[in-house]
Nanobody, 128 residues
């Protein structure tokens, strides 16, 4: 059974930074392309960023491009999301997800339906 657990969320002021982590257990992280999604209160879940198995390809939503960086350490079975210059509109529950879909190896996978496994999420709150 594959399990994903997020950590690193919190309450910060606008302009601050946070680093989220997603630790995978039950199977090697290297088996999966990984993504980050977020959902703000009253809004639909939205794609944030994804990274392929090797870390050689990344893809970002326009709203976070240049501020967020996705990375992974397969040896530690952990994926990261470095979030800089945080804005109040970044406030949401952030969830990581895993997919073995071959197409995600070469192209950005921004549809939630492409992912097979999900974490419970971690809250990020950015105050103005």
């Amino acid at each position: 059974q594959v399990q994903l657990v997020e950590s690193g969320g919190g309450l910060v002021q606008a302009g601050a930074s946070l680093r989220l982590s997603c630790t995978v257990s039950g199977r090697a992280l290297s088996s999966y392309n990984m993504g980050w999604f977020r959902q703000a209160p009253g809004k639909e879940r939205e794609f944030v960023a994804d990274i392929n198995k090797s870390g050689g390809r990344t893809y970002y939503a326009d709203s976070v491009k240049g501020r967020f960086t996705i990375s992974r350490d397969n040896a530690k079975n952990t994926m990261y999301l470095q979030m800089n210059s945080l804005k109040p509109e970044d406030t949401a529950i952030y969830s990581c997800a895993a997919t073995a879909a071959i197409r995600c190896l070469f192209n950005g996978c921004y549809q939630a339906t492409a992912y097979d496994y999900w974490g419970q999420g971690t809250q990020v709150t950015v105050s103005s």
